[in-house]
């Protein structure tokens, strides 16, 4: 037999149940609510978007109705002159009209006119305009009127029919999506026209959740409802998780992947194609500072992050032991963690300097002479490893010192008890137990040490180097940004520092897995 349970766990349980299942009624209204106004602003857009199109698409065939023919015409008709004074003329003669032409092509396509109709009313125009100039009575002037006169007569079917093909042509080019990238940031209603398309399926998902769940609520039995529900509440809790990652990860890492391959992005969502150009102009433009840029990382990588993590491990190892004043020193170590890393950069750039800074001083009391730390490009990496060692110790330090404090001290004991010396006990217990955190560290030193930025802007007055020598990789993707203004490159650049710290990273988990200790 079954134990009957307390009353009282049995109330609960079914106060928790009623509660789940007006879940399902609260979610069935919140997403139909959602689901409605996003598919009301999607359909919004949607309609703003038709008449802005509309108004651009009258424009282009208007446009495209004056000058197809106009060019047809002039080609045709200056082909018969005979020198550069007698195409003047014609020239002349056909811009006379252009105004007029314009405006009785807005008649017509207010009337309703065909293209057909337009063209043709727009060539006799023409035809005569061709010929308006030559007003000569000489035989030559004459003779140059009436050639052109028949050429054009006998060309006219041509030229109409050209004329139309070059006009549906460019107008079937035309399509809803150029509108909408094409859009200007200021014009009305943007925000709705230009995202349109995402609130119509994210409205539409929306609904069809809210429907379902409107179905579930009304349709299904009470304990249908509690299994939805339960699948739900877990889910509230986390919505607000997935739609900060959604909106400030995912999102903008698509865009970065998208834009890359937009040649020449500008903000307005204007470009001039997809390809590689964005990729190509980083690593091989003319005047590019990738490469540069890419060396100087790699070198700062592999000078910084080998140093900082060795003397890590050492202060964590002497921090961790139960020595006087323990407290002080860890508070000394970590309290950069905590302060401003502009401050920090801009004492740092005082101590480095050449005339008054503090590590000329300490330098000479040991009759070393001033270094112009700032000034001079062959200082400029020394300064940079130096500050950036520094910078890294406090949060390897803390990583460092909890791994030491997972060993266990039996180890230890051991180890005494065998007359192992404190050197052997070091390098043959405390480093193999430590090299699970060492790798992590290790990784996460290099991906920080690959987007240095916030060094280079402070030390150097916002330039990269005295004689712009340090550009990092971070530093060439805020100058694209910043002062190019090109943001194609400044995304290739992204997904290129990403490809090479993503590389990097693999490797050196390879390496981890092949380390072994007797």
Known sequence: MTEKQPLSISLNRKKHHRRNARRVLFHFVMFTVLGVLLLSSGIFGRVQLHKIADQEMATARQNLLTTA??????????????????????????????RSIKNNVSSMLAEGKSNEEIVTAVLDTLTEAAVSRLTGEDEATVALKAKVTDALAQQRSELISASIAQVEGAMGGMNLGDVRTGLSTSAKHYTFMYYSPLMLVIGGIFLALGLFLGYVHFFR??????????????????????????????????????????????????????????????????????????????????????????????????????????????????????????????????????????????????????????????????????????????????????????????????????????????????????????GLVLIINSISAFKVFNSVVVLFSGTPGPMYNMYTMVYYIYEQINTSLEYGRAAAASLILFAVILVFTMLQRLIQRKWTYN
Not at 71 to 85: F, G, L, Q, T
Not at 86 to 92: A, C, D, G, Y
């Open 69 to 98: 023919v106009s060019d047809a015409v002039k080609a045709a008709a200056e082909a018969n002159a005979a020198d550069n004074a007698e195409r003047t003329k014609i020239s002349s003669g056909l811009s006379s009209k252009s």
């Open 221 to 438: 039995s009470f304990d249908f409802r509690i299994k939805v529900a339960d699948i739900i509440e877990p889910l509230d809790y986390l919505l607000p998780f997935f739609v900060g990652v959604i909106v400030f990860t995912l999102y903008p890492t698509v865009r970065v992947f998208i834009m890359a391959f937009q040649e020449r992005y500008k903000l307005s969502g204007e470009f001039q194609g997809w390809g590689l150009g964005n990729f190509n102009d980083v690593l091989f433009g003319i005047n590019t500072k990738l490469p540069q840029a890419l060396g100087n990382t790699f070198i700062y990588v592999l000078l910084t992050v080998p140093i900082s993590v060795a003397i890590s491990i050492i202060l964590a190892y002497l921090l961790n032991q139960k020595i006087k004043l323990r407290a002080l020193f860890q508070t000394a170590y970590f309290l950069p963690m905590v302060t401003s890393a502009t401050a920090v950069g801009m004492v740092w750039k005082f101590m480095f300097n050449g005339d008054y800074g503090i590590i000329n001083w300490l330098l000479g009391l040991f009759g070393g002479g001033k270094i112009p730390w700032l000034t001079r490009p062959e200082y400029s990496m020394a300064v940079m490893v130096i500050y950036g060692i520094w910078d890294s110790l406090p949060m390897t330090i803390i990583l460092l010192i909890s791994g030491l404090q997972n060993i266990d001290d039996h180890y230890y004991t051991v180890a005494k008890v065998d007359g192992a010396k404190a050197k052997r006990i070091f390098f043959r217990i405390t480093v193999p137990l430590l090299s699970p955190t060492i």
